[in-house]
């Protein structure tokens, strides 16, 4: 991930927030079909999911803050993505 990008989202870059969602929604689009698969259900299906985590993701922006880490309450299945949060400062 590009140097900053998670902090110029924050900031209300919306090209850098445009940027981090083309980069994440690839991933969570295939968690979430190795997951729930490609079929519809009751929930929906996979795709729909995925769209409502990155909606979930853009409405957080403005609350993200880098310098807590991850949170002892997150759940495991979401550690894949977790790996973003530190991503900032490697890139």
Do not use: K
């Not at 929604?25 to 299906?45: D, I, K, N, T």
């Not at 957080?60 to 979401?78: D, F, H, I």
Request: hydrophobic letters at 40%; a negative charge; one cysteine or more.
């Amino acid at each position: 991930m590009p140097n900053g990008l998670i902090a110029a989202a924050v900031r209300g870059d919306r090209r850098a927030r445009d940027e981090l969602l083309a980069l994440i929604q690839p991933l969570v689009l295939g968690y979430c079909r190795a997951r729930l698969g490609r079929q519809e259900s009751v929930l929906g299906s996979a795709d729909d999911v995925a769209q409502e985590v990155c909606l979930a993701v853009v409405s957080a922006l403005g609350s993200y803050q880098p310098a807590r880490g991850c949170r002892s309450e997150r759940s495991s299945t979401a550690s894949p993505f977790l790996q973003l949060e530190g991503a900032e400062s490697e890139g």
